[in-house]
């Protein structure tokens, strides 16, 4: 019995070249690369092109050979030498997220089970759910690895030596921290309300904030540490209110912005 298949390469081209342009154009907006659409729209033909070595005669270890000669490639194509590894590591990291997600569609959608055996029911993958569904996939992954990068960016772990104890607190730079001991001109790092730190030599500075003005209960401290940065000149005081910002404990002042 002979079982005729009809390969359409134009179509299995346009579906390669459009993953590998969603794949990098992705990994372009996650590194924050400063490439032209063209090298995107270039680096995608030189990926679809591989769909040829399909018709060579080459074992599984050859063709792994030369998909990674060919990624090589495609990179360089795209993005050039300046980030290549963090370029190239992205690359196979989003291609894979994207893989993981249409194969789960696929399950979804084409099998179904009897108890724990799976099978095919011959709906098969339906195109253009692939063709809508994996930018807006990508887009989303885009959109929440930005988010969390910005939160990281903005936020910091800090130690807190006071009286032989230490504190771990998550801190977040606010350039608006310009809070100051008029005194001794040392810097303030306000710390959430809820946070226990002992304060039994404490002294009052004051402060004034939008419509607002007071004063705030202060105390030295024999060191702070923020990522791996030693402050020993600052003051921390104890805000009057707690801070609902995404489990931050301390508020850093500004000054701490050029060592950070």
């Known amino acids: 019995?002979?079982?005729?298949?009809?390969?359409?390469?134009?179509?299995?081209?346009?579906?390669?070249?459009?993953?590998?342009?969603?794949?990098?154009?992705?990994?372009?907006?996650?590194?924050?690369?400063?490439?032209?659409?063209?090298?995107?729209?270039?680096?995608?033909?030189?990926?679809?092109?591989?769909?040829?070595?399909?018709f060579l005669s080459l074992s599984s270890f050859e063709l792994f050979l030369i998909k990674v000669v060919v990624s090589v490639f495609i990179i360089l194509v795209t993005f050039g030498r300046r980030n290549f590894l963090s370029d190239i590591l992205y690359f196979y990291l989003i291609s894979m997220i994207l893989g993981g997600f249409l194969y789960l569609f696929d399950i979804s959608f084409t099998y179904k089970n009897q108890g724990v055996v799976f099978f095919s029911h011959g709906l098969g993958l339906n195109m253009m759910a692939i063709l809508l569904l994996s930018?807006?996939?990508?887009?989303?992954?885009?959109?929440?690895?930005?988010?969390?990068?910005?939160?990281?960016?903005?936020?910091?772990s800090v130690e807190i030596y006071v009286d032989d104890?230490?504190?771990?607190?998550?801190?977040?730079?606010?350039?608006?921290?310009?809070?100051?001991?008029?005194?001794?001109?040392k810097s303030v790092i306000l710390v959430d309300s809820k946070v226990s730190i002992p304060m039994s030599k404490f002294f009052y500075v004051p402060y004034k904030a939008l419509n607002t003005e007071g004063v705030i209960p202060c105390c030295k401290v024999e060191r702070v540490i923020v990522d791996d940065h030693v402050f020993s000149k600052c003051l921390i005081g104890i805000s009057k209110d707690s801070f609902s910002l995404n489990g931050v404990d301390c508020i850093l002042p500004n000054q701490f912005k050029e060592e950070l």
């Open 165 to 185: 104890k230490v504190f771990l607190l998550k801190g977040m730079l606010d350039t608006g921290n310009q809070l100051r001991d008029p005194c001794t001109g």
């Open 1 to 54: 019995m002979v079982i005729e298949m009809k390969v359409y390469l134009d179509l299995v081209f346009f579906v390669n070249f459009f993953f590998d342009f969603i794949i990098l154009l992705a990994t372009k907006l996650v590194l924050k690369e400063v490439v032209p659409l063209w090298r995107i729209f270039l680096g995608s033909l030189v990926a679809s092109s591989s769909i040829f070595l399909l």
């Open 135 to 156: 930018p807006i996939f990508l887009f989303f992954y885009v959109k929440q690895n930005r988010k969390y990068k910005s939160e990281i960016s903005v936020t910091h």
